[in-house]
């Protein structure tokens, strides 16, 4: 599929939301007619029976207040569907937005900016216009952390990478199952306060069903009072007795109060998010998988006695009748008979007790497949991208690599291999010509690559690796720390990382920028000298041409690479292709020049 093929899908399916929503809406227009015409016909038939009384007249009230009913009920779940038909329309619209090249409608994960990371801060991986903001169409907050937390922990696992691109190319097709979860995940967004105030719940331990006198008294003060009810009715006894139990039933809720409100207050604010995740969760188990992690996690949604959907809407169902105390007049007369608001608190605990535990895996579950719709959204936007394989043969096999936030009419891909461990190139070129753009085209595709994901390359052969660069460091008046501190920091920590013995790329811009350019080229020659010792596998850039000379030392270790600019008079042409070889035009003078800083 090309790229005008998938504007053109996203196109047809907003035009046929479009005409399903006018549909919806006149069905919405003529429910509400229907409802008044019903009320009326009720109100003037209640008229008539009040001035005569009739048993037929009876029957039609009740029939047209059920009717009335019936199309209230109706009608807030045609405006659900309303809702879900709109945000479907939303859905295609941003994706065309986003072939564009315009993806600002998304969340930014700018919260998971970090300096301190081995990798994410160099690579722009967060923030505006960044891979995150690119990726993410995660409708939850827990998805969201998750997705977040997959690009800065990078899989080095054989059978997970497997797995997961297996899991990326089920959904990638299913274009219309995504688009669902997404629509479903909208229409109840999720605060981190929610997540909390649900975690709390679940967490809180139990208190009356695990004392006798409440399991005793929920049963027993019930039968009591209504049985002297229906005695009182009869007229066997005196209508003092059925007082005294009902007092009695009312003086505990009272003294329950307290705890019965918050309780209350807790699930019933939390309400609108269970039966969302209730939604979700239905969406999965519903939906038929083949591949081994979604499968696994569609059997992650049964306990041995119930699925999560059916656990789930159990819960809603107590909440539900829990709620109806809020009404003063019902809530009185289910607290006086049925000890209501113990009862509904003492269902609640076993609910919790039985299923309670199972909600945090449950909402992981739903987190999962947020990622998993996100990363398959990815691919279905990109068709022309690779999925990448894993190489015994070589560290990393690209052809036709670019970075995939570079528009495709102004992307330049280039051709990059590194064939064994310990091979370190030394990319050398003029201000401007791409070197570091390179840097992170390599590092945000490989980011892309061990989280199962096509990348931007005809092929891209790699090995499972860890990633660390230094390529972007900045002083800290906050730790008082300088700017050639704060780059030895970096350099160390990298230096640590590589003792440790793991299969590690590097990718270095500029080392040691902080320093003298006598002191640098010294500095640089020795550091790079102790990445070969370690056998470190990346890549060096630099405007300093003296570390180019490793290659003669260090044959099978170092090779150089450039990126050459033409110069023409006053003229310089970028081509931005990598290249065998050092540079041999440098464009700082004429650059200067040309902005105006000096005339000669």
Known sequence: MKIDELQSTYQERVKLFKLKLSGVRKNLILLSF???????????????????????????????????????????????????????????????NVLSNDFSSFNDGVNYISRDHAYSFDLDLFGEGSIFQYLNRTVSLVGRELLAKRILNINTNDILFKNQQEAIKELTPKIDWRHNFMATGYSCPVTDDDNKKIEYWIDDPVYFIKRILFKILVVLLPVITLSFLVLLITGIVHYSWFVLFALLQLLIASILLKRTNKEQRIVSEELRILKNYSKLIKLIEDEIFNSEILKK?????????????????????????????????????????????????????????????????????????????????????????VYPQVSGLTVLDSEELGHPLIPRTKRVNNNFKIDKQGEIDIVTGANLAGKSTFLRTIGVNLILAMNGMPVCAKKFDFRLMDLFSGMRTADSLKENESY?????????????????????????????????????????WKFVEHLIKLKATGIVATHDLTLCKLEKDYPDNIKNKCFEVEIDADKIKFDYKLCPGVTQNMNASLLMRQMGIFSN
């Open 484 to 524: 050639f501190y704060a780059e030895l920091k970096r350099l160390k920590y990298i230096i640590e990382e590589l003792k440790q013995g793991k299969t590690t790329f590097v990718l270095l811009d500029e080392i040691l920028k902080g320093t003298n350019s006598a002191d640098k080229a010294k500095g640089s």
């Open 297 to 385: 996690l569609q059997n992650d949604l049964q306990t041995k006695t119930v699925h999560a959907e059916t656990a789930f809407k159990k819960l809603i169902r107590i909440i539900d009748a829990f709620d109806t105390r809020l009404n003063i007049f019902l809530g009185l007369i289910l607290n006086v008979t049925l000890m209501w608001d113990l009862y509904s608190l003492m269902r609640l605990e076993r609910w919790k007790v039985k299923y309670g535990q199972n909600i945090k895996r449950w909402v992981q579950v739903i987190a999962e497949f947020d990622v998993y719709c996100s990363m398959a959204n990815y691919s279905y936007n990109n068709p022309d991208f």
């Open 34 to 96: 229907l409802r008044f015409f019903t009320f009326i016909s009720a109100i003037i038939l209640m008229i008539f029976l009040i001035k005569q009384f009739s048993f037929i007249l009876l029957g039609l009230v009740f029939l047209f207040f059920a009717f009335f009913i019936f199309g209230v009920v109706y009608y807030l779940k045609k405006t659900e569907v309303l809702n879900h038909i709109k945000n479907l329309i939303k859905i295609n619209k941003d994706e065309i």
